[in-house]
């Protein structure tokens, strides 16, 4: 019915992602070093102002995400903790769960989703009408104006928004624990579940996500900035991006896991 | 979205039947481009999450062997679908979105329609189809690498791995596994019926093809866990064989 269908082999996925990386890692690193050299606060303002798209277009769904994570965090655990025999322990489970796996996994993916989709259909539909051209024109070095300015305000609104979430996580998983499965009391559940976590763990956690935060927002901006095509070519490129993200957010919680808590489970149990 | 859910599952039942062809060619598309994410992640998570987490706090209760059975839980029950169906819903549905709002943007849709040729019918049906059977496909997939993570933390704790499959075969159950894969079919239809409307609704020039993606992926994805935190409830509470210490 339709002769001119694109080919793809088995390997185009391995290939294409490998491509990719170097790519990315070059610009990713151009577009760090300008932020962490202070040329990026020359368009300050713009930073503050795409903190604030984050702050007030991103909020609310990211949380209602983790949410969903830390209700699913919530039964699994009591369920499982059921079938051992120990239910009155299930705030260890979400404890462990909530603060070092789901939510920085959930808050990759939704960011993936929602934030570095959404950078990449800005920054393609400038770069088709010939927008980045413009700028360049004008004397507006366009990586700074756009992509730095985009990770400043990243920088800025996310660690927050992080934070927050995790809280936000914290009351799904009392909800399902407590008000849903209610094996266990109120009391018992926080004690067990604020015995198995401490501040140094909300630190790593935090670090894990906000790496995953910087290499989407980055992930997104060379998309954005490297899209041909015409409108077709903005939404490949808004597919493509998601494909590398979904592999990447995986590979940085495994390697945060590894690094923070692989030889060291941090838990309060025996000397 | 409904309407659209409505009139594929009509379409998909009614003969003729046309889309055949393209079909087959939608399932090897999304096969050959899901295959290679899917192995990287589900490894990948099922290695740090509860791999080496819950191996870290068993080794401290001497219980290692446990692993096999917390793995029941993760990779089968929970890990398994989830991870299948955000690399569906990344990979497959934005591709779809992107293929689906080109057409549109194009006209082509609207000269199918002119031609007398259903959209519904030819676009839709197939991949809805074809991601329902692909889903629970990389479902089993994602519960072979999941498992085989779950190994590899033993491994790194230097553990024999007769323990580990010796609870994960008496704690795993028939229902288990039907209930991950059905649940990843119904997660298919989601992210296809999500993904086409909001490709075959895109409009607004450059941006608008970019933004749908967005908007597809975004809605996918919540639905999706949604929907798998309902089943997962559900499924757990009403079966309490599950739940039996073994």
């Given at each position: 019915?339709?002769?001119?269908?694109?080919?793809?082999?088995w390997?185009?996925?391995?290939?294409?992602?490998?491509?990719?990386?170097?790519?990315?890692?070059?610009?990713?690193?151009?577009?760090?070093?300008?932020?962490?050299?202070?040329?990026?606060?020359?368009?300050?303002?713009?930073?503050?102002?795409?903190?604030?798209?984050?702050?007030f277009?991103?909020?609310?769904?990211?949380?209602?995400f983790?949410f969903?994570?830390?209700?699913?965090?919530?039964?699994?655990?009591?369920?499982?903790?059921r079938?051992?025999?120990?239910?009155?322990?299930?705030?260890?489970?979400?404890?462990?769960?909530?603060?070092?796996?789901?939510?920085?996994?959930?808050?990759?993916?939704?960011?993936?989703?929602k934030?570095?989709?959404?950078?990449?259909?800005?920054?393609?539909?400038?770069?088709?009408?010939?927008?980045?051209?413009?700028?360049?024109?004008?004397?507006?070095?366009?990586?700074?104006?756009?992509?730095?300015?985009?990770?400043?305000?990243?920088?800025?609104?996310?660690?927050?928004?992080?934070?927050?979430?995790?809280?936000?996580?914290?009351?799904?998983?009392?909800?399902?624990?407590?008000?849903?499965?209610?094996?266990?009391?109120?009391?018992?559940?926080?004690?067990?579940?604020?015995?198995?976590?401490?501040?140094?763990?909300?630190?790593?956690?935090?670090?894990?996500?906000?790496?995953?935060?910087?290499?989407?927002?980055?992930?997104?901006?060379?998309?954005?900035?490297?899209?041909?095509?015409?409108?077709?070519?903005?939404?490949?490129?808004?597919?493509?991006?998601?494909?590398?993200?979904?592999?990447?957010?995986?590979?940085?919680?495994?390697?945060?896991?590894?690094?923070?808590?692989?030889?060291?489970?941090?838990?309060?149990?025996?000397? | 979205?409904?309407?659209?859910?409505?009139?594929?599952?009509?379409?998909?039942?009614?003969?003729?039947?046309?889309?055949?062809?393209?079909?087959?060619?939608?399932?090897?598309?999304?096969?050959?481009?899901?295959?290679?994410?899917?192995?990287?992640?589900?490894?990948?998570?099922?290695?740090?999450?509860?791999?080496l987490?819950?191996?870290?706090?068993?080794?401290l209760?001497?219980?290692?062997?446990?692993?096999?059975?917390?793995?029941?839980?993760?990779?089968?029950?929970?890990?398994?679908?989830?991870?299948?169906?955000?690399?569906?819903?990344?990979?497959?549905?934005?591709?779809?979105?992107?293929?689906?709002?080109?057409?549109?943007?194009?006209?082509?849709?609207?000269?199918?329609?002119?031609?007398?040729?259903?959209?519904?019918?030819?676009?839709?049906?197939?991949?809805?189809?074809s991601?329902?059977?692909?889903?629970?496909?990389?479902?089993?997939?994602?519960?072979?690498?999941?498992?085989?993570?779950?190994?590899?933390?033993?491994?790194?704790?230097r553990?024999?791995?007769?323990?580990?499959?010796?609870?994960?075969?008496?704690?795993?159950?028939?229902?288990?596994?039907?209930?991950?894969?059905?649940?990843?079919?119904?997660?298919?239809?989601?992210?296809?019926?999500?993904?086409?409307?909001?490709?075959?609704?895109?409009?607004?020039?450059?941006?608008?093809?970019?933004?749908?993606?967005?908007?597809?992926?975004?809605?996918?994805?919540?639905?999706?866990?949604?929907?798998?935190?309902?089943?997962?409830?559900?499924v757990?509470?009403?079966?309490?064989?599950?739940?039996?210490?073994?």
């Amino acid at each position: 019915m339709n002769p001119e269908r694109p080919t793809v082999g088995w390997l185009d996925a391995p290939r294409e992602w490998l491509d990719a990386f170097g790519e990315i890692a070059r610009f990713g690193s151009r577009v760090a070093g300008i932020v962490l050299t202070g040329r990026g606060f020359r368009f300050f303002g713009e930073g503050l102002r795409q903190a604030g798209i984050l702050i007030f277009g991103s909020a609310l769904i990211i949380w209602a995400f983790v949410f969903i994570i830390g209700l699913q965090c919530g039964i699994q655990g009591a369920y499982f903790n059921r079938s051992v025999g120990a239910p009155s322990l299930a705030g260890l489970f979400s404890s462990y769960c909530d603060l070092r796996e789901a939510v920085p996994y959930a808050f990759g993916y939704i960011l993936a989703a929602k934030v570095g989709t959404g950078i990449v259909a800005e920054l393609g539909a400038m770069r088709i009408s010939d927008e980045i051209d413009a700028l360049e024109v004008m004397g507006i070095e366009p990586v700074t104006f756009l992509a730095a300015s985009r990770l400043l305000g990243a920088w800025i609104a996310l660690p927050f928004l992080y934070l927050v979430g995790i809280g936000v996580a914290y009351l799904a998983s009392y909800i399902a624990v407590v008000q849903q499965v209610g094996d266990v009391s109120s009391g018992g559940y926080l004690l067990i579940f604020w015995k198995f976590q401490s501040p140094p763990d909300l630190f790593f956690s935090l670090i894990k996500g906000m790496v995953m935060a910087t290499i989407i927002v980055l992930v997104g901006c060379y998309y954005g900035y490297t899209a041909s095509g015409g409108p077709i070519g903005v939404g490949t490129a808004t597919a493509k991006s998601m494909v590398v993200n979904i592999i990447i957010v995986h590979i940085i919680g495994m390697l945060g896991t590894v690094v923070f808590w692989g030889s060291n489970p941090r838990a309060p149990i025996g000397g | 979205m409904m309407i659209l859910t409505a009139k594929t599952i009509v379409a998909a039942v009614r003969p003729p039947f046309p889309y055949g062809e393209e079909l087959v060619w939608q399932f090897l598309f999304v096969l050959k481009l899901c295959w290679f994410p899917l192995t990287i992640s589900t490894f990948a998570l099922n290695l740090g999450a509860p791999g080496l987490q819950a191996a870290g706090i068993l080794s401290l209760f001497g219980a290692l062997d446990r692993l096999g059975g917390f793995f029941v839980v993760t990779a089968v029950r929970w890990i398994g679908p989830l991870v299948t169906a955000v690399v569906v819903a990344g990979v497959a549905g934005t591709a779809i979105t992107a293929d689906l709002g080109a057409r549109k943007i194009r006209e082509e849709l609207d000269a199918l329609q002119v031609l007398g040729v259903d959209p519904i019918k030819n676009l839709v049906v197939p991949r809805f189809l074809s991601l329902m059977v692909v889903t629970a496909l990389l479902d089993i997939f994602a519960i072979v690498f999941g498992l085989s993570a779950g190994i590899a933390a033993e491994l790194i704790y230097r553990q024999s791995l007769g323990g580990f499959f010796a609870t994960l075969f008496t704690n795993a159950t028939v229902t288990d596994i039907a209930v991950s894969a059905l649940m990843c079919t119904m997660f298919g239809a989601i992210i296809a019926v999500v993904c086409c409307y909001k490709g075959m609704t895109a409009s607004g020039g450059a941006e608008g093809v970019g933004r749908a993606v967005n908007q597809a992926v975004v809605i996918a994805l919540v639905a999706v866990f949604f929907f798998q935190f309902v089943v997962t409830s559900v499924v757990l509470a009403t079966n309490p064989q599950l739940q039996a210490i073994r």
